[in-house]
Structure formats: C-alpha cells, structure tokens
C-alpha cells in the first residue's frame, strides 16, 4: 500500500489511497492487489473510513462493490486530489531530452564563453536538438539572487564569492600564465623571468564580479601600477593586443591554450605566485532536483571533463 503517513483532521491519508482504488476498481480485491495489500486490510481500512465519515461508502451490489451518494461527492474531492498529486509526481519522470524543448541561461565570463561553451553545444548538438542557451554576465550581488529565483538556471566560472545558498560543483582547475608575442625583443622564448615581468608594460583586464581580480591585485601589490598600459573590461581580448604589440599579459591557461594558433602568442609559464583557477558550477538549492537541470549540470561536467585543452598540463 502506498506509505502516505500523513494525518489531516485526524484521518490517515493511506485510507483516501484505500477509498480511489475501491471507487475505481468496484471491488476490494483488485483494489487490494493494485494496493499490494490484503484483502482484510483494504477492508479494514473501508472500515475505518466508514467510522470517520459516518456513511456506508460502498455497499455489494452484484458481486462488487457500488458507492453511495455521499462517496460519489466524496471522490469529486479525494479522487480529483490523488489524480493531481500523481501527475504532479509524474512531472518529474516526464523529462525526455530527445524531445525538450527549451532555453538554459547561463551566467558566464567571457572566458567561459570560449572555452567551456563549445564543448556544451557539442555534447548537445545531437543528444539535444531541441534545447538552447543564453549566456549573460552579471555583477556578484546579483547572481546569487538570479538563481534563487530561477532566473539564471547556472553559474559557471571561478567565482570563489559565491557560497552561501547555493550548491557548487568542481568542473576543472587551471593556472594563469604570461603570454608575449612572438618575437617579443624583452622576452626569452620558453621562460619570462620575475624581473622581465615586472619590467615590461601590461595588458591587464578587470573582469569584474569573478575571482579574476586577482591577477591585477597581485600586479599592483608589486607596484606595476605605472606599467599598466590598458585596462580592458574581459580577458578575451588580451591574445590579440599582445600579439600586435610589446605588452605582456597575464590569462587563465585554456584561454591562452586556444588563442595560441589564433594569434601569434607565446604562453609562458608565469613568474609570480598566483593561485589556481577553480572553476565550478553553481545553482540554487532550490533547482537541486528538478530534472532538467540535473541533465545540465550532468551534461556540462561530461562535457569539461572530455576537453583535454582543460585538463591541467603534465607536470601540474
């Protein structure tokens, strides 16, 4: 019998489970078989429902079992109910991804955006034809309250700000390295010492609302503020300015890894300590089982976890 366990104005909602099956079944042993359960327990509960609603409920009528006009304005109620509370159960093992059709919006850096998206449009392209995505970049304070309200449905990036009221899942780590363009006259190929670093003008950029802001933290605690020759609002940009120039550059490895036969860079390890990228995932708890982001949140860490340009180098 189905384990309900609930009591409403003391009945047991078990026995409105009793009372459906009786109603739709006419007899008490198919009801108790749709029940697993006894013969005797489906009338015992038949019993106890007829104590507490003072009415017969159902009487034998030809071998079966005929209910009374009270327990037809009863299952108006008791029935329509169960049948709600079953397709509401049935919403959750509905979700096909061959045949959904929908849009995810993503909070994402730009750096995510080239890197981490393609392989997510990949994994999806044949698995998923009918699903679609929407990327946007928010400030801080304001992500956390777009997933609690399902406006976003993930946040994705090293965003170590990110904590309390949301669940977070570990995609990949990387290191940040130096890039210089090919050729640079101040630089070796292969290695940048400290002090070539730190004498060579910069190409920073903000990335404001991610952990980012590392990177020109770091480079004015080592007093670079006057070798900083352009700020820019993203990373995305940087491979191309250092390739068409003799500024240098700090990025997250996979960015440079994926621009290096795009532009004419050199990625170098870097000279100063600066900690590791820890890219994640985010999403509210709220969304924790709702199956389609389940398959997202499943789907994107597959996706990552097939990319070899994310995996961290040998060595590391």
Same mark, same amino acid.
């Given at each position: ?8 104005n003391?009945i ?11 109603w739709r079944?006419?007899?008490?042993? /198919?009801? !108790? =078989?749709?029940?697993?359960a006894?013969?005797?327990? $489906?009338?015992?509960a #038949?019993?106890r429902?007829? +104590? @507490? ?7 034998r ?8 006009p009270?327990?037809? /304005?009863? !299952? =108006? ?5 169960l049948?709600? $509370?079953?397709?509401? #159960?049935?919403?959750?093992s +509905? @979700? ?5 059709k ?7 850096s ?5 890197v981490i ?15 679609f995505?929407?990327?946007m ?9 777009a997933?609690?309200?399902g ?39 292969s290695?940048?010492?400290?002090e070539v ?6 190409a ?11 990177v ?12 900083i020759?352009?700020?820019?609002p ?29 532009v004419s ?24 089982a ?9 789907t ?6 097939n990319?070899?340009q ?7």
């Amino acid at each position: 019998m189905l384990d309900i366990l609930a009591m409403n104005n003391n009945i047991d909602l078990n026995l409105l489970v009793v009372f459906d099956a009786v109603w739709r079944h006419r007899r008490i042993l /198919r009801a !108790a =078989a749709e029940l697993n359960a006894s013969q005797p327990t $489906v009338s015992n509960a #038949l019993r106890r429902l007829r +104590d @507490f609603t003072g009415d017969a409920l159902f009487v034998r009528s030809g071998g079966g079992m005929e209910p009374t006009p009270f327990a037809e /304005r009863l !299952a =108006a109620h008791w029935c329509d109910g169960l049948n709600s $509370v079953r397709r509401g #159960l049935a919403m959750r093992s +509905d @979700f096909d991804i061959a045949t959904e059709k929908r849009t995810f919006t993503v909070v994402m850096s730009d750096i995510a955006e080239a890197v981490i998206l393609p392989h997510l449009l990949n994994a999806c392209r044949e698995s998923a034809p009918g699903i679609f995505f929407s990327t946007m970049q928010l400030p801080m304070e304001q992500t956390l309250p777009a997933l609690r309200t399902g406006a976003i449905d993930l946040a994705v990036g090293y965003i170590p700000e990110l904590r309390s009221g949301v669940k977070q899942q570990l995609l990949f780590e990387a290191d940040y390295v130096a890039l210089a363009r090919r050729g640079h006259p101040g630089v070796k190929q292969s290695a940048m010492s400290k002090e070539v670093f730190l004498r060579e003008r910069h190409a920073v950029a903000r990335a404001e609302g991610t952990g980012h802001a590392i990177v020109e933290r770091t480079l004015r605690r080592h007093g670079l503020d006057s070798r900083i020759a352009v700020l820019v609002p993203h990373f995305l940009a940087l491979p191309a300015i250092v390739a068409s120039s003799d500024l240098v550059a700090t990025v997250p490895r996979p960015l440079g890894v994926l621009m290096a036969d795009a532009v004419s860079i050199q990625i170098l390890p870097h000279p100063l300590k600066l900690p590791k990228l820890v890219i994640r995932q985010f999403w509210h708890e709220r969304f924790d089982a709702e199956p389609a982001l389940m398959w997202l949140r499943m789907t994107l860490k597959a996706a990552v976890a097939n990319a070899s340009q994310l995996r961290p180098p040998r060595g590391n």
